[in-house]
């Protein structure tokens, strides 16, 4: 994963969804902000009060991993004391009428206990802890820290089970792979800031629908397939639901 260096860009024409239209969500960050957890970058994020550097790379993780838990620890604290928003259930109650699948940037479980039931985690989930000695040895956290000398069942000690900075996407084709046969595709809540996730919006087929919702719409190249939603996602989201059930 890597910030933003250089914009995509394959525009396409428009259409409407179909009934049973496979509808993609690629969200960001901006969808949790309405149930309080914070965004990373505009006013308030996150990155104004850590650096990148400190807490979200495998070097700072070499450094000083004491500090890269208590980063992951408090922020894993906070999530249960928010709630899903409009948004994340918006997105939920869509798998009543589509197929639905939502490809998160976040590491938040919003939109799992919104009731999403098809979830591809991008860059990891705070919610759960890893190996440093086994990448496949994955360990549910329900809310607990991870602290210096909690180790996995080889003894290894535990690290969260995010990508930072610098490291691979596991599930990067995955993610390619389900936007290109995308019939609708809504770009939710991100500054596409950071690639390769950004470039998945531009990868879905000519004939899909675009949609793309955020307060400030981003200057990114490219977004003018995009039907531009300059509204927060509990707002927005519930009413393109509403549209599209009714198409
Ligand atoms: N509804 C919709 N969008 C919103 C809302 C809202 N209520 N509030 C803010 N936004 C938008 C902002 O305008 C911004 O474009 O959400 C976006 C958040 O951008 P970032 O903070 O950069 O988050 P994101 O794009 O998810 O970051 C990508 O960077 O730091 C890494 O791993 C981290 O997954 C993250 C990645």
Redesign the pocket.
Same mark, same amino acid.
């Given at each position: 994963?890597r910030?933003k260096s250089a914009a995509a860009s394959n525009p396409d024409a428009m259409s409407g969804a179909t009934p049973r239209s496979h509808i993609v969500v690629l969200?960001?960050?901006?969808?949790s902000?309405?149930s309080g957890i914070r $965004?990373?970058?505009?006013g308030g994020?996150?990155?104004h009060d850590f650096r990148?550097e400190d807490v979200?790379t495998p070097e700072a993780w070499q450094r000083d991993p004491e500090r890269a838990l208590g980063f992951y620890n408090v922020r894993r604290r906070q999530l249960y004391s928010v709630e899903p928003n409009a948004?994340h259930r918006a997105l939920a109650g869509l798998e009543r009428d589509f197929p639905v699948t939502i490809i998160t940037?976040?590491?938040d479980n919003l939109h799992e206990r919104a009731g999403s039931s098809n979830i591809l985690h991008?860059?990891g989930a705070l919610d759960k802890a890893r190996s440093t000695a086994d990448d496949a040895l994955i360990y549910d956290l329900a809310g607990r820290d991870i602290r210096l000398g909690n180790t996995c069942e080889l003894g290894s000690q535990l690290r969260p089970h995010?990508?930072w900075?610098g490291e691979m996407v596991p599930e990067l084709e995955r993610a390619e792979e389900i936007v290109r046969h995308a019939d609708v595709l809504i770009v939710?809540? $991100?500054?596409?800031?950071?690639y390769p996730?950004?470039n998945l919006a531009f990868l879905a087929p000519s004939h899909a629908r675009k949609v793309l919702?955020?307060?400030?719409i981003?200057d990114t190249v490219g977004l003018d397939a995009f039907e531009c939603i300059g509204?927060?996602?509990?707002r927005?989201l519930p009413r393109l639901a509403e549209e599209l059930r009714k198409r």
């Open positions: 994963m910030e969200s960001g960050a901006g969808i902000a309405e $965004t990373f970058r505009g994020g996150l990155w990148i979200a948004g940037q976040n590491i991008l860059h995010v990508v900075f939710v809540g $991100t500054s596409f800031s950071v996730a950004a919702v955020n307060p400030e981003p509204e927060p996602a509990a927005a």
